[in-house]
């Protein structure tokens, strides 16, 4: 039957049912306590002139002419009072019907007090005095009428109340069936939609790979997912409803409409102040008004260092094949050259000569070996057992002009006899490198005097490789972060591989580890190398 009405109209239909009996109840109710209280007033007044018929009585035996003319006068209004309003069938018979004629009495009885106080007439006051009991009888008869005729108009009252609550109660029960528990289905199941689409929405932001944050109209964060705490350290209640956006990302004009659908690459910085390379998009939400923009961001720290380590890679290979074209190119001329050296020993008997094509052997033979140990450095070798020794041996060779033009104090403490697996030329590399740096900070900080030491030494469980300097130390604070990718301050890149890289050799080929400390105006690494 209500199918075809909304829930809006039914509504209304509805609460106009009940405006319309609380109405109705208010109405009757009203109706009901002026009836009582109406009824109450004929009661009592009913009441009252049994007790003047009393005093009218009372006053004539004693004498009390003052009295008796109030009480008369009393009577007599509330008699013409009572007779004037409209009378129930059988009120009418009380007051005017022929067995009681209540009417007449009342007034016969009020005709011989005013005589008696006129005249004193004792004929009037014999007739009161015998009257008044008989009278009082009478009117405790219109007394009991009134009464229930109150009673009556109050049980009909309260029955229409009855059934106006009735009806009430049928128009709820009909509201509750037709109304709020279609409408109570309807909201349930549209609750559990959202609460789906929300969870679901929720699932996919917290098991994305990428930040998600949005900000509402105000820049403040409303929502911070896994990643997010992941990449930049600070928490969910850290952040949320705080408009901190900027301190994550200072560089970041999320403002700017020209930036919406534009993937950024920019710097973020993490809760322990670090800067880290990020790519990042906004967008905005049209579908809710309190979210006013998406961020998506992607920490591209690890893809940094793959092109880092495909640019290191490159690098080598590129030197390597660079290597390859000059060896190629001088063996020969070399090759010729020693020829040419070992035919004028020959041909000649002048010492100074033979002195001089000597000499020129040794350094042709020095250029042989060198071109012979470039390649050695750069060639890409298989893992082998070998002892560490060997590694400094080549990584020397490579920087032994260098230390010689710089004037670099060398002093090497080997004591190692056991040997390890893995590939010579990659910690061949980290000694580089690590040399490599002093070397740099040498020539940058002109350091007097400087010194380089190496000692390597065998423990119960390790090859203990230390490298020292006196260039001044480590200024970087904590000291664990020069291991950190990204985190080199020269201005122009070295030829060698950075530290990083040089602690996940260490740690993935070696299964070891790789340590910086300052000490004596200086930096001493160490690197552990497991048997």
Known sequence: ????????????????????????????????????????????????????????????????????????????????????????????????????????????????????????????????????????????????????????????????????????????????????????????????????????????????????????????????????????????????????????????????????GEVQELEAVNKEGKSFPIRISFGRSGEHKNIAIVANIQDISKEKLNDKILEEQSKFAALGEMIAIIAHQWRQPLAQLSFNCMYIKKKTKDKDILEESIANEEIIQFMSETITNFQDFYKKTDNTVFNPIVSIEQALRIVDSMLRLKEVSLTKEIDSKIEIYGNSNSLAHIVLSIIQNTLDIVKMEKVEKPSISISLQDTEENIVLSI????????????EDIFKPFNTKKEKSSTGIGLYMSKMIIKNQFKGTIKARNINNGAEFTILLPH
């Not at 679901?200 to 109209?217: G, H, P, Q, R, Y």
């Not at 020292?468 to 000291?479: L, Q, R």
């Open 1 to 260: 039957m209500f199918d075809g009405f909304s829930f809006t109209k039914r509504y209304i239909l509805a609460l106009t049912i009940i405006a319309c009996l609380s109405l109705l109840a208010f109405f009757n109710l009203s109706k009901l306590l002026s009836i009582q209280s109406n009824d109450a007033a004929l009661i009592n007044m009913s009441g009252n002139q049994k007790i003047i018929t009393r005093e009218i009585a009372f006053f004539s035996i004693y004498y009390k002419i003052d009295k008796l003319k109030s009480k008369i006068q009393e009577m007599e209004e509330n008699h013409k009072k009572l007779t004037s309003l409209e009378l129930s069938e059988e009120l009418n018979d009380v007051y005017y019907g022929k067995k009681i004629n209540l009417d007449e009495k009342v007034k016969k009885y009020l005709f011989h007090a005013k005589r008696f106080y006129e005249n004193r007439d004792g004929r009037s006051q014999n007739y009161v005095l015998k009257s008044s009991e008989h009278l009082l009888q009478d009117l405790q008869k219109a007394v009991s009428v009134y009464l229930k005729e109150a009673q009556a108009n109050t049980r009909k009252l309260q029955q229409i109340e009855t059934y106006i609550m009735i009806s009430t109660m049928i128009t709820l029960l009909f509201e509750a069936l037709f109304i709020f528990m279609p409408a109570n289905r309807s909201i349930n199941k549209r609750t559990n939609d959202l609460i789906k689409e929300k969870e679901f929405s929720n699932a996919v932001i917290e098991t994305s790979t990428n930040a998600i944050i949005t900000l509402d109209s105000d820049l403040k964060i409303r929502t911070f997912n896994k990643e997010a705490e992941k990449i930049f350290l600070y928490t969910k209640s850290e952040m949320l409803n705080r408009p901190l956006f900027g301190r994550l990302i200072p560089n970041s004009d999320v403002l700017n409409t020209d930036n919406i």
């Open 468 to 479: 020292s300097d006196n260039a001044g130390g480590i200024k970087i604070e904590p000291i």
